[in-house]
């Protein structure tokens, strides 16, 4: 096969491999579950993100979107098809856009993570909103919902990737 025809690189198609690997094995690292689905881990999204900033966009993206097809098949949470897509492909597929941000990580990360929100939010909204208690809103109940738990993964990941990037190990990964 001609090399320059290859969209990735077996070294980068390895990294995909491991990066997505261990962002699953750290999503089982539950600090708490909701019951409609959604939890606080381990730091899951990081290594996600973290690979979104060192490779890009295109990487981030193919990685991202990957892990949510792979948060499907180990767990889903299916109510209507139109809502997988959004609660997996695209939901965690938004993470890769923190590779657009390759010089302003925590902008990056922020953005990624409010993506993943956004694609949950209307999904709660549409999906969910049977869930919602009597006279409430779908779109607050959705907000609450969803940023309840989003919000704490986006401190614990923006406070991991800082502590990444200080780090002297790492220093040549980002």
Known sequence: MNTSKRKFSTKILAEIVVFVSLAT??????????????SVTAASMVPILWLALRRGPKVGLFAATLYGVVQFALGPYIFHPAQVLLDYPVAFGLLGVAGF??????????????????????????????????????????????????????????????????????????
């Open 25 to 38: 094995v750290l999503s089982y690292i539950k600090i708490f579950s909701l019951p409609q689905g959604g």
């Open 101 to 174: 941000f390759q010089k302003r990580p925590f902008i990056g990360v922020t953005l990624g993570i409010v993506g993943r929100f956004v694609a949950h939010f209307f999904s709660g909204i549409i999906f969910f909103a049977i869930y919602a208690p009597e006279g409430m809103h779908p779109a607050i109940y959705s907000a609450v919902y969803n940023g309840g738990y989003l919000l704490v993964e986006l401190v614990i990941s923006v406070y991991v990737i800082y502590l990444l990037r200080k780090s002297k190990v790492l220093k040549i990964y980002l």
